[in-house]
């Protein structure tokens, strides 16, 4: 029950953020390291691998689409995690510091969880309630 819960709570996330980045990209694109090339294709894609995963994740038909949609999701925060830093770099060279520490800490914190909450929403691993058998 909690790991449906979680689940839909994490797929809702992720649509939603998923609409924001192809309906809204520009605060995206501020945030986009400047080695990353096409910038504009990459926020429309990230958007789209967002509504996917999410569309994956929430599908109760197919545990195998599920676990892949998990993993692509748990990839997908892995990827974005530059992005994340250079927000961090960005917003702190501001005289006002931007968001600031109390919103980039987090943050930076939660990300791995979002990778672990994907594959654990999704069915790829019980850490930590399950150990490891071999």
Known sequence: MIRAAARLALALFYFAAGVIHIASPRPFLIIMP???????AVVLWTGIAELLGAVGLAQGVSLPIRRAASIGLALYAVCVFPANINHFAIDLAKSDHGAGLAYHVPRMFAQPVLVWLALWAGGVIEWPWKPRTR
């Open 34 to 40: 400047q080695w990353v090339p096409a910038p504009e």
